[in-house]
């Protein structure tokens, strides 16, 4: 990637490339009708919100604005990760220019995150408790409101931090799952990759941005 969405299109577009919002959030954020409804996701009125199926909400109007991004996360601690780190990345991707040093600090903050997470799910795959990632999760939720919020927006990075605090405890969660035939274990344990990975997004997409 060379340079940085700069329509509105242009961030929903690449937002949807990288998997921070489906289809249907696309789409309902991208018509011309005031009102519409899809598989995941609905619109209308001047306050126009189009919430997709995976958590990820996007507000704004019928003029084409952004206002926020709306959160709507649920499931076990998996999940939650995931679509935290989901919500992060649409967050990023259609926040405003920061300035070099902000972006440096943020990508860093990003990448620890996604360190915790791949290191938990290495563990977890050997079936041994990670041992300590607890800590480090909830250091992290701590930090988001002070790392990210002027970026992303306050209100948002308080919404993301309460839910991070509702699924720090790695080691509790991988525990409950030792008992799974591996292919089954493997798929939830997945799950931390995935939401690494959506982290380790976010981190190279604000990078990039001019």
Do not use: W
């Amino acid at each position: 990637m060379t340079g940085t969405p700069q329509t509105r299109l242009d961030q929903l577009k690449h937002a949807l490339a990288l998997g921070a919002i489906d289809q249907d959030t696309f789409n309902a954020l991208t018509t011309a009708s005031a009102s519409l409804t899809g598989g995941g996701a609905i619109a209308q009125g001047a306050g126009a919100q189009a919430v997709g199926a995976g958590g990820i909400g996007i507000g704004g109007n019928n003029s084409g604005n952004i206002a926020q991004i709306v959160v709507n996360i649920h499931g076990d601690d998996a999940d939650k990760q995931v679509e935290i780190a989901r919500a992060t990345l649409a967050a990023t991707l259609l926040a405003p220019p920061a300035e070099a040093a902000r972006k440096q600090a943020i990508s860093a903050y990003y990448l620890d995150i996604a360190g915790t997470l791949h290191e938990a799910a290495e563990a977890l795959r050997h079936l041994q408790v990670p041992h300590g990632t607890c800590g480090q999760m909830l250091f992290h939720a701590d930090q988001l409101p002070g790392v990210v919020g002027d970026f992303i927006g306050q209100e948002l990075a308080s919404a993301l931090q309460a839910k991070l605090r509702e699924s720090y405890s790695l080691e509790a969660f991988g525990a409950q799952y030792f008992g799974l035939p591996p292919a089954e274990r493997e798929v939830k344990f997945g799950q931390l990759d995935e939401a690494a990975g959506y982290f380790e997004a976010a981190a190279r997409a604000i990078r990039v941005r001019r």
